[in-house]
């Protein structure tokens, strides 16, 4: 497709246990973002990638949270011992640095991940 | 403490009137302000952006005005359309090297637009 794709849409999960979200980046795009919205709030900055690396991992709560992008595209979001203050919608957006959308300096959003821990 | 302030939770406004949405901020260092839409069940899209160099930015019925002295800016909707009610969000960032726009959201105002 051509828009950022995250799966899974909807996550039930128990208090400790371990959690992926997935997302697929726009394709081209070098700069691929997580952030956490709750309820009643505005999304929050989690982390950053520009290429394979994390270029900024400021907002990650705590260690229990861990972003990859192995080969620079799809990325995945880890956390482990979840707790239920997790619970939120978690959005991935990516960006291009050359292309669509660099002029406006707008991030494409996915339609999210909510995780609901029990 | 809220960098981005939308301080109206809601608005409801008639079909065809002017929407105005407003967005304070703290941080003299950000310099680059966008306002994104959302639908319930939908990630964010994109609406409009201004650069702190500018105080206005246009594009078709959407507008934002930056006032840097006041640290405000506004999204207006002029007409507005029922399709425009949903959650607005203002988000500010600080220049960073490279492609880096960390965004500092505000808590979103509801935008209802009644036929």
């Known amino acids: 497709g051509a828009g950022v794709s995250q799966t899974p849409s909807n996550k039930v999960t128990e208090k400790g246990k371990y959690v992926e979200l997935r997302c697929d980046p726009i394709?081209?795009?070098?700069?691929l973002y997580w952030y956490r919205q709750s309820l009643g709030q505005g999304p929050e900055f989690l982390i950053y990638?520009?290429?394979?690396?994390?270029?900024?991992d400021s907002g990650l709560p705590n260690d229990r949270f861990f972003a990859v992008r192995p080969e620079g595209s799809v990325s995945t979001l880890k956390i482990q011992r979840t707790e239920r203050g997790d619970s939120a919608v978690y959005l991935c957006?990516?960006?291009?640095?050359?292309?669509?959308?660099?002029?406006?300096?707008?991030?494409?959003f996915g339609e999210g991940s909510r995780l609901t821990v029990l | 403490d809220q960098q981005v302030k939308q301080n109206s939770p809601s608005l409801s406004v008639q079909e065809g009137r002017i929407s105005i949405l407003n967005c304070d901020y703290t941080?003299?260092?950000?310099?680059?302000f966008l306002w994104y839409k959302k639908y319930p069940a939908e990630g964010p899209t994109f609406l409009i952006s201004?650069?702190?160099i500018k105080d206005k930015n246009e594009d078709g019925r959407f507008t934002v005005f930056l006032n840097k002295s006041a640290k405000h800016l506004s999204l207006h909707i002029v007409p507005s359309q029922p399709g425009d009610s949903a959650v607005y969000f203002c988000?500010?960032?600080?220049?960073?090297?490279?492609?880096?726009?960390?965004?500092?959201w505000g808590l979103g105002t509801s935008l209802a637009v009644n036929p």
């Open positions: 394709s081209g795009h070098t700069a």
């Open positions: 990638f520009q290429g394979t690396g994390a270029a900024d």
């Open positions: 941080n003299s260092m950000f310099d680059y």
């Open positions: 201004i650069s702190s």
């Open positions: 957006a990516s960006s291009s640095f050359g292309g669509q959308g660099a002029e406006t300096g707008e991030l494409f």
């Open positions: 988000a500010a960032s600080v220049g960073n090297a490279g492609n880096n726009r960390k965004l500092i």
